[in-house]
């Protein structure tokens, strides 16, 4: 075989409109950012018997012997990558000293399923062959912006890629999309990792990351949606960790005690996501159609934050965002769960750029994080060679 190396990289993700209203059966929009997580995988004559992962962001290295995968995940010697098959939780039991005997800092042990994941995945569709799999992400961790369900779609699409289940030409250059139908394969094994992972995921996070673009989903169904409106965000990470679980246990709490109103505030919320949707969807044919477009995508964020706030789930440094991004008269809303995670400014195309950098220091000085992020972009793209271009 000799020396072989693929890179794959895959986008994080935005909610745009109908978060929380989705968990009780109402529409949500969600869009892919261009924030990528980048896997690399290298096959090669120097490497040895051994299997290395090396998370580069995190400063952290594992490395197992083929033998003791072998011993712990039998079965593999003729991988089958184009059935993906789901991990039991006997199976997530055996597999559990694989990274107990890696010295994981206390502090980053939630890695620990994202560990369990590539093991599941790379034994799945590569069996016992000894690699070095590197991984780099512009996307904070734990934010709501879709990393992990990015690391498991371009490890998917890296993996399947140098497997029979693609058919790719390895001498092009540059970054390559692949066929639906084998978007359609990365995506489901994407999901099997989320699910090592999360234990029940929506699935939305792995769809958006591997087809790019955006997507409606509503109670499980999912719709590719064709963005033709180039829209540009200001994403400004609070830093603050939130517990969705309990975020989304207050929400139904509240449901139970004001039935009606909450009823009224999730129709309104499935508005607004169709509402987006449709103008999205709709191409401007000049700049002042554009200019329109915007100020109604910024008026829907605004109405969505304040039926978020209804619902019970901002938080003081969201507000403090909100109020900031307000000075400038830009509109921004939470992307996620809430209470703490991150927050999307709609940034308009003839917004001069002393603004935004003003707005970005006066964020930054709160000790938020900014990312500026074009939305609705492409999906999985692999690469085979050492230039491909960003």
């Given at each position: 075989?000799?020396?072989?190396?693929?890179?794959?990289?895959?986008?994080?993700?935005i909610i745009?409109?109908?978060?929380?209203?989705?968990?009780?059966?109402y529409?949500?929009?969600a869009?892919?950012?261009?924030?990528?997580t980048?896997?690399?995988?290298?096959?090669?004559?120097?490497?040895?018997?051994?299997?290395?992962?090396?998370l580069?962001d995190?400063?952290?290295e594992?490395s197992w012997?083929?033998g003791?995968?072998?011993?712990?995940l039998?079965?593999?010697?003729s991988?089958?990558?184009?059935?993906p098959l789901?991990?039991s939780?006997?199976?997530?039991?055996?597999?559990?000293?694989?990274?107990?005997?890696?010295?994981?800092?206390e502090?980053?042990?939630t890695?620990?399923?994202?560990?369990?994941?590539?093991i599941?995945?790379?034994?799945n569709t590569?069996?016992y062959?000894?690699a070095?799999?590197?991984?780099?992400?512009?996307?904070p961790?734990?934010?709501?912006?879709?990393s992990?369900?990015?690391?498991?779609v371009?490890?998917?699409?890296?993996?399947l890629?140098?497997?029979?289940?693609?058919e790719?030409?390895?001498?092009q250059?540059?970054?390559?999309?692949l066929?639906?139908?084998e978007?359609?394969?990365?995506?489901?094994w994407?999901?099997?990792?989320e699910?090592?992972?999360?234990?029940?995921?929506?699935?939305?996070?792995?769809t958006?990351?591997?087809?790019?673009?955006?997507?409606?989903f509503r109670?499980?169904e999912?719709?590719?949606?064709?963005?033709?409106?180039?829209?540009?965000m200001?994403?400004t990470?609070?830093k603050v960790?939130?517990?969705?679980?309990?975020l989304?246990?207050?929400?139904?709490?509240?449901?139970l005690?004001?039935p009606?109103?909450m009823?009224?505030?999730f129709?309104?919320?499935?508005?607004?996501?169709?509402?987006l949707?449709?103008?999205?969807q709709t191409?401007a044919?000049?700049?002042?159609?554009?200019?329109?477009?915007?100020?109604?995508v910024e008026?829907l964020?605004e109405m969505?934050?304040?039926?978020?706030?209804?619902m019970?789930?901002?938080?003081t440094?969201?507000?403090?965002?909100l109020?900031?991004?307000?000075?400038?008269?830009?509109?921004s809303?939470?992307?996620?769960?809430?209470?703490?995670?991150?927050?999307l400014?709609?940034?308009?195309?003839i917004?001069?750029?002393?603004?935004?950098?003003?707005?970005?220091?006066e964020?930054?000085?709160?000790?938020?994080?900014?990312f500026?992020?074009?939305?609705?972009?492409?999906?999985?793209?692999?690469?085979?060679?050492?230039?491909?271009?960003?």
């Open positions: 075989m000799g020396r072989m190396e693929v890179r794959a990289r895959a986008p994080g993700k745009l409109a109908g978060e929380h209203a989705v968990v009780h059966g529409t949500a929009v869009a892919s950012i261009n924030l990528y980048s896997v690399s995988i290298l096959f090669s004559h120097e490497i040895g018997d051994t299997l290395k992962l090396d580069k995190m400063e952290l594992f012997p083929i003791r995968i072998k011993e712990v039998p079965g593999f010697d991988p089958s990558p184009s059935t789901s991990c939780s006997e199976t997530l039991k055996s597999m559990a000293p694989l990274y107990e005997g890696q010295n994981i800092p502090a980053k042990i890695l620990a399923s994202g560990v369990l994941a590539f599941w995945l790379y034994t590569q069996g062959k000894p070095t799999v590197t991984v780099t992400s512009e996307l961790l734990g934010a709501g912006l879709g992990s369900a990015a690391f498991c371009a490890l998917s699409g890296a993996l890629a140098l497997s029979e289940s693609c790719l030409d390895y001498s250059q540059g970054w390559i999309a066929k639906n139908s978007l359609d394969l990365v995506n489901k994407a999901f099997e990792g699910k090592i992972i999360h234990g029940r995921p929506s699935g939305i996070d792995n958006v990351s591997t087809f790019g673009n955006m997507i409606q109670s499980g999912i719709t590719r949606l064709k963005a033709n409106t180039p829209l540009k200001l994403i990470n609070t960790g939130r517990n969705t679980k309990a989304v246990a207050g929400v139904s709490e509240r449901t005690r004001h009606e109103a009823a009224s505030v129709k309104a919320v499935d508005s607004i996501s169709k509402d949707s449709d103008i999205i191409p044919l000049d700049d002042i159609a554009a200019t329109e477009k915007e100020e109604k008026e964020m969505n934050q304040g039926l978020l706030q209804c019970g789930v901002s938080h440094t969201i507000e403090t965002v109020h900031t991004t307000l000075k400038y008269k830009l509109r809303k939470l992307t996620g769960a809430g209470g703490g995670g991150c927050v400014t709609l940034l308009p195309t917004l001069s750029s002393i603004v935004v950098d003003k707005v970005v220091a964020l930054e000085s709160c000790g938020f994080q900014c500026i992020a074009g939305i609705g972009g492409n999906g999985m793209e692999v690469c085979f060679n050492d230039n491909a271009q960003n």
